[in-house]
């Protein structure tokens, strides 16, 4: 059925697994999302199905048990996803900035001893940046980590955890300031900040000594998957849990996952707006005014045409951007420019095919309600739009930089 989204020099290998993702979201996850959905139930069936599939370990170096597949494979994966359920894709999204994360960063016995349970889907990962005070101001983070002989003693609250219950493995990003003096630190915050790799049960409550995972998040949209805080309390991690076994690296390893997660999130909303064109266009062809359906109305037609020629842009950009990171290349402008986009984007074409539906739209036994209120989630995740257009604007002065 589909037209729009096409993607170019795909190999057949990557044919394949797109054709068996799309197979399964069609029979597995669209039938049953919008019911799961409005109950905010964990898929635990449809996850178990992923996991069947080999999605856990899509990414991940053939070594360590995975399929050593391209971030571009991932990226198309999860826009086929989240074509089905943007949640769901949420789900493997942090999975795999974490296992990026080890693969790139980690030493070779993080590697050794995560990498291979990941690609399994053993052990399930989650990453943790934000706090309830600071924002999108990373550099403000307040959560510290104290050298105790051969361990650290975490001490802080962390917010907006996706998988913060269900994930066994976490990313923590906190303050260290080893070996800087405090007027280093306060002139470098970013230098004083390190990743530690975090075990835990699975579940809510203390799920270790000096570690709880509240409840979930109580959210608009985005429901089924987990959002939580993490509140540490003398929570105590010994030294080779620090990724990558040195401290003070924790920030630029956090942006480069984060990077794979902007591709992650424009993709994301590639495939909620793919089907919200989809649920507009087949509705227009369906519902009757004046006479006729009203897909032979222009002002439907011209709906329709910004609609598809936004999901066009919005796949390019992501695609674009995904393979730029593949290449080795530098890639935040390009993630920062394929997020941006394809955020605003979806938020209009789910807007345009919830008009189409006109009173329809509203009520819950229409999909489209489900897409929109699932949209306004990825304006703000992995970075909002403002802080998007920062990254861009400072890329853009570097490359074009004035010799005057």
Not at 133 to 146: E, R
């Amino acid at each position: 059925m589909a037209r729009l989204a096409q993607t170019a020099g795909l190999t057949d290998i990557q044919q394949e697994i797109l054709s068996t993702v799309r197979d399964f979201v069609d029979k597995e996850i669209i039938p049953v999302a919008t019911e799961l959905e409005h109950r905010d139930e964990y898929p635990q069936q449809i996850v178990d199905g992923l996991k069947e599939l080999g999605l856990f370990g899509l990414m991940i170096p053939e070594e360590y048990g995975g399929l050593g597949e391209s971030l571009l494979t991932y990226a198309l994966c999860v826009e086929e996803i989240a074509r089905g359920w943007m949640s769901v894709s949420g789900i493997i999204n942090t999975h795999f900035i974490v296992a990026y994360m080890l693969k790139q960063h980690g030493t070779q016995e993080q590697k050794d001893h995560f990498l291979p349970r990941m690609a399994a889907g053993d052990i399930r990962g989650a990453f943790s940046m934000s706090e309830p005070a600071l924002g999108s101001d990373v550099s403000a983070i307040t959560s510290k980590a104290v050298k105790d002989g051969d361990e650290y003693v975490l001490n802080g609250q962390k917010m907006w955890l996706t998988n913060g219950g269900t994930s066994s493995l976490v990313a923590v990003l906190v303050r260290s300031d080893e070996g800087l003096s405090p007027e280093e630190a306060a002139a470098k915050p970013h230098k004083s900040m390190t990743t530690f790799l975090v075990e835990k049960e699975p579940g809510f409550g203390e799920v270790r000594p000096g570690l709880t995972i509240p409840g979930k998040i109580d959210k608009m949209g985005y429901k089924g998957v987990d959002t939580t805080e993490l509140i540490m309390d003398g929570l105590r991690i010994p030294a080779d849990r620090v990724l990558g076994g040195v401290t003070g690296r924790g920030f630029y390893q956090m942006m480069d996952g984060v990077e794979v997660g902007r591709v992650n999130v424009a993709a994301r909303g590639c495939g909620v707006a793919q089907r919200a064109f989809e649920l507009g266009v087949q509705y227009a062809q369906q519902r009757h005014t004046f006479g006729k359906p009203i897909a032979q109305h222009q002002a439907i037609q011209f709906k329709l045409a910004e609609m598809a020629t936004k999901v066009e842009a919005a796949h390019a950009m992501m695609v674009n951007a995904a393979r730029k990171k593949d290449s080795g290349e530098r890639n935040d402008l390009e993630a920062g420019m394929a997020k941006y986009l394809a955020s605003e984007y979806c938020k209009e074409v789910v807007e345009d095919s919830f008009r189409i539906h006109g009173g329809y739209g509203f009520s819950k036994e229409y999909e489209i309600e489900r897409l929109y209120r699932e949209a306004p989630m990825l304006l703000i995740g992995e970075g909002t739009a403002e802080i998007q257009k920062m990254i861009i604007g400072r890329r853009l002065l570097e490359e074009y930089r004035f010799q005057g």
